[in-house]
């Protein structure tokens, strides 16, 4: 009996939203469909980095609040969903995060929520070919796309298509924003170039926590190398200092840097070990890699990030050649 009801409840709620749907087609005749979500008109976004959260609210402008699990300072490889996350998450009208194993340990929330609603890992859009799949992460993908502008261009264009998708009604909101956006990702990749290109060859190199900047030294002509491997979860030993100290004393490299959302311990051995050396090291600076800076700050937006990011290894990096001529 319990079952014959619950069918006839479902049998209900099919038809009465598609009655309301074909009234609507019949009235408008502009095609404009009523979205399946139905938590008024303005839509709720929840994002797992904040990259990707001001990346969404370019994209929905005022159609949407847009909200990121994950704040300044937070690692995304061993970051958990809080209890707190869990309830945006179920509040949520669509999800959007990184993909590529970024959020490791995110992987089973993830994937549960996407048998309820609509979830986009941004990267999934992007060519096969386009992404770095280093040899010590077999079989992965390097998920640190953000800091190839040009690539993370094609993210946020993937991301607003989804969008657009799903709240068909403001499309065309959707893509007028996400043009602006793109054109400001593309003339911050025009500087960061130029900026980059400003550091003589041979000094381009620079050692940070993790490698996370993978994609911006294929980009940008840089070389970089990170202490632990692509994901923070790996633990770096005594040999990856000694390596790492080895090859800054030999190439005297000057450009090591923290990172805001990676332990420091790392670079602090490395620092020691060069020092001890006789290679006087010192750290050139705080990055913000996998997260972003404070809220109501330059860094706290994509933008601000990734120059402070530039402007520090410049100065950094520039800064070993007038230490050299002097
Ligand atoms: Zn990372």
Not at 37 to 52: A, H, N, P, R, S
Not at 136 to 153: N, T
Not at 276 to 286: D, E, Q, S, V
């Amino acid at each position: 009996m319990p079952y014959s009801n619950s069918n006839l409840m479902i049998h209900k709620s099919i038809i009465i939203p598609f009655w309301l749907l074909l009234i609507t087609a019949l009235m408008s005749c502009g095609g404009n469909a009523k979205q399946t979500y139905q938590q008024g008109d303005e839509l709720y976004i929840v994002t797992t980095t904040g990259m990707i959260a001001d990346a969404l609210n370019n994209i929905a402008g005022d159609k949407a609040k847009v909200e990121a699990m994950m704040g300044t300072g937070v690692d995304p490889h061993v970051y958990k969903a809080t209890q707190g996350d869990l309830k945006m998450l179920s509040k949520a009208d669509i999800i959007f995060y990184n993909g590529l194993h970024l959020e490791g340990k995110m992987a089973d929330v993830l994937e549960k929520m996407s048998r309820q609603k609509t979830t986009v890992p941004v990267a999934e859009g992007l060519p096969q070919d386009s992404l770095l799949a280093p040899k010590e992460y077999e079989g992965a993908h390097d998920p640190h796309i953000w800091f190839d502008l040009e690539l993370w261009a094609q993210a946020v264009d993937h991301a607003a298509d989804h969008l657009a998708q799903f709240d068909s009604t403001n499309k065309s909101y959707y893509r007028q924003n996400t043009d602006q956006y793109i054109t400001e990702l593309q003339e911050l990749d025009k500087w960061v170039t130029d900026k980059i290109a400003g550091i003589p060859q041979q000094q381009r190199v620079m050692i940070t926590a993790h490698d996370a900047f993978g994609y911006f030294g294929k980009a940008y002509n840089i070389e970089v190398k990170g202490l632990q491997g692509i994901s923070t979860v790996s633990e770096f030993g005594l040999k990856d200092v000694t390596n790492m100290v080895d090859l800054i004393v030999t190439r005297n490299i000057r450009g090591v840097f923290v990172e805001s959302s990676v332990s420091e311990r790392s670079l602090n051995a490395v620092v020691e070990g060069c020092n001890k050396r006789g290679h006087n090291l010192k750290i050139g600076g705080t990055l913000y890699s996998d997260a972003m800076g404070p809220k109501d700050t330059p860094t706290g937006k994509f933008l601000g990030m990734v120059r402070h990011n530039v402007n520090t290894i410049v100065s950094a990096l520039k800064g070993e050649s007038d230490d050299q001529a002097s």
